[in-house]
Nanobody
């Protein structure tokens, strides 16, 4: 029932900027966390940035100072502003939303992924 839809990916030159957006639909509950993961060919999936329902943000060391996450919990949307993009940022970016089932059990929802390519 819950669906996450990403938008905003594309091709950009090094040093450029992109903004990714994600909207969750069909949810009758709040998400403990919403954020973004990415996976490049041959690499494992890694957390890029996330924000808790309380507004606490977490960033991967590789993007600190360049990326900023925004979340509107009331609308169940999350965005990622990416500045000073580097070729190594090239990856498929996935929106993620985590629901707390209990104090010891969570469930993750994922978007379909959007390609970000940083190249000259």
């Amino acid at each position: 029932q819950v669906q996450l839809v990403e938008s905003g990916g594309g091709l950009v030159q090094p040093g450029g900027s992109l903004r990714l957006s994600c909207a969750a639909s069909g949810s009758i509950f709040s998400f403990t966390y919403m954020g973004w993961y990415r996976q490049a060919p041959g690499n494992t999936r890694e957390l890029v940035a996330s924000m808790s329902s309380g507004g606490s943000a977490n960033y991967a060391d590789s993007v600190k100072g360049r990326f900023t996450i925004f979340r509107d919990s009331a609308k169940n949307t999350v965005s990622l502003q990416m500045n000073s993009l580097k070729p190594e940022d090239t990856a498929v970016y996935y929106c993620n939303a985590r629901r707390r089932r209990s104090m010891v059990e969570n469930y993750d929802y994922w978007g379909q992924g959007t390609q970000v390519t940083v190249s000259s």
